[in-house]
């Protein structure tokens, strides 16, 4: 991009009798674009002030139907601007050419970054490793899977390591703390290992007090301290935390 101080070297070379090309290669250009600024007769700077001010008044093509446009944006967030250009295209016939559709786009984006609804936010999770696991129970009914023709009906515990998604599950038929305690032990030894703290959903029969459902049960506050685990619990209003396990749960369900 050619600056306001090499126009003005190349206006000063020019001055004292030198040639268009050896004051253009002088001043750090080709002589095609000192021609186009001795001829102009303006400074970089000028020149793009200029078009500013005319991009600025000229008249917005879409301001007869923005009160439109901001009906169907305020109802569906999800609305792409694109598809909204094309319908209105429909409906006026003539009055907006595909040229236009950039600019469209442009006042859209920038409606929905000032003016728009807020966005929640999700922060990205770090695993370490050996650091946390996670388990919670699958009912696996809907598969209807059945043994000699009868009907069995069953959950899985499933276990999960969120750092490397190993993974492990032990059949049971209720979400009940002795079924928690046999599939996380059974985890734990096919493991090897036990890591520094383990994740459960808010299973309320087999860890969460009745009567204070943020306080573990003793059956289970000892389970961890056999082990050595640091509890925790997954809060309702953040249902993204499990989304390791939950990931995983989707998996196995695969055919």
Same mark, same amino acid.
């Given at each position: 991009?050619?600056?306001?101080?090499?126009?003005?070297?190349?206006?000063?070379?020019?001055?004292?009798?030198?040639?268009?090309?050896?004051?253009?290669?002088?001043?750090?250009?080709?002589?095609?674009?000192?021609?186009?600024?001795?001829?102009? $007769?303006?400074?970089?700077?000028?020149?793009?002030?200029? @078009? %500013?001010?005319? !991009? *600025?008044?000229?008249?917005? +093509?879409?301001?007869?139907?923005?009160?439109?446009?901001?009906?169907?944006?305020?109802?569906?967030?999800?609305?792409?601007?694109?598809?909204?250009?094309?319908?209105?295209?429909?409906?006026?016939?003539?009055?907006? $050419?595909?040229?236009?559709?950039?600019?469209?786009?442009? @006042? %859209?984006?920038? !409606? *929905?970054?000032?003016?728009? +609804?807020?966005?929640?936010?999700?922060?990205?999770?770090?695993?370490?490793?050996?650091?946390?696991?996670?388990?919670?129970?699958?009912?696996?009914?809907?598969?209807?899977?059945?043994?000699?023709?009868?009907?069995?009906?069953?959950?899985?515990?499933?276990?999960?390591?969120?750092?490397?998604?190993?993974?492990?599950?032990?059949?049971?038929?209720?979400?009940?703390?002795?079924?928690?305690?046999?599939?996380?032990?059974?985890?734990?030894?096919?493991?090897?290992?036990?890591?520094?703290?383990?994740?459960?959903?808010?299973?309320?029969?087999?860890?969460?007090?009745?009567?204070?459902?943020?306080?573990?049960?003793?059956?289970?506050?000892?389970?961890?301290?056999?082990?050595?685990?640091?509890?925790?619990?997954?809060?309702?209003?953040?249902?993204?935390?499990?989304?390791?396990?939950?990931?995983?749960?989707?998996?196995?369900?695969?055919?």
């Amino acid at each position: 991009m050619v600056t306001d101080i090499q126009v003005r070297k190349l206006k000063k070379y020019l001055s004292q009798g030198k040639t268009l090309e050896v004051a253009a290669a002088r001043a750090g250009m080709d002589e095609k674009t000192g021609r186009k600024y001795r001829d102009n $007769g303006k400074l970089p700077s000028e020149i793009s002030a200029e @078009r %500013v001010r005319e !991009w *600025r008044t000229r008249k917005d +093509p879409f301001e007869g139907i923005w009160p439109e446009v901001l009906q169907f944006l305020e109802t569906n967030e999800g609305l792409e601007a694109k598809t909204l250009f094309t319908h209105f295209q429909r409906i006026y016939p003539g009055s907006f $050419g595909d040229g236009q559709l950039r600019t469209f786009q442009r @006042r %859209v984006k920038t !409606w *929905r970054c000032t003016e728009g +609804p807020g966005r929640e936010v999700y922060f990205p999770q770090v695993h370490v490793p050996a650091r946390l696991s996670q388990s919670d129970f699958t009912d696996m009914s809907q598969l209807q899977i059945s043994i000699g023709g009868q009907p069995f009906d069953h959950l899985i515990y499933h276990f999960v390591l969120t750092y490397s998604n190993w993974e492990t599950g032990t059949i049971c038929f209720s979400e009940s703390f002795e079924s928690l305690s046999e599939g996380l032990q059974k985890s734990l030894w096919k493991l090897g290992g036990v890591p520094e703290q383990h994740q459960t959903d808010r299973l309320s029969a087999a860890v969460n007090k009745p009567d204070n459902p943020e306080e573990f049960t003793r059956g289970y506050q000892g389970l961890l301290a056999h082990y050595k685990l640091q509890g925790r619990k997954i809060n309702s209003s953040s249902p993204t935390k499990m989304v390791t396990l939950s990931s995983a749960i989707i998996v196995s369900r695969k055919p």
